[in-house]
C-alpha cells in the first residue's frame, strides 16, 4: 500500500465518521424539538380536558399536529441510531457514480 493509497483512505474514514457524527448530532437537535412538542401536545390535551362545561373540542389539526410529531420522533431515532446505515448507503449511491 502506497503512501498515496493510505491517505486517501485515512481521508475517506474521516469523512465517513463526519458523516456520522452529523446525523448523530440532528437526531439528538430533534429529539429536543420533539419533546417540546410533546410537551405543548400533552399539556393541551390535560387543559382542554379539565376545563369547565366539558373542555374545549380537540381540532383536527391538533391530530394532525401529533401523528406529524409521532413521524418526527421516528425520524429522529433513525437518524440517531441508523447513522451508520445512512452513511453506507450514501457511500454505495457515491461509488455507484463512479462506475
Do not use: C, W
Request: charged fraction near 15%; aromatic fraction near 18%; glycine fraction near 6%.
Amino acid at each position: 500500500m502506497s503512501f498515496r493509497d493510505l491517505t486517501l483512505l485515512l481521508i475517506k474514514l474521516a469523512g465517513t465518521d463526519l458523516q456520522i457524527v452529523a446525523f448523530s448530532t440532528l437526531g439528538i437537535y430533534l429529539l429536543f424539538q420533539i419533546l417540546s412538542d410533546f410537551s405543548f401536545h400533552i399539556s393541551y390535551l390535560y387543559f382542554s380536558e379539565s376545563i369547565e362545561n366539558g373542555g374545549t373540542p380537540f381540532l383536527i389539526d391538533t391530530y394532525a399536529y401529533i401523528f406529524s410529531t409521532l413521524m418526527e420522533l421516528i425520524f429522529a431515532l433513525y437518524l440517531l441510531f441508523g447513522a451508520n446505515s445512512i452513511t453506507k448507503l450514501i457511500a454505495s449511491i457515491r461509488e455507484i457514480g463512479y462506475k
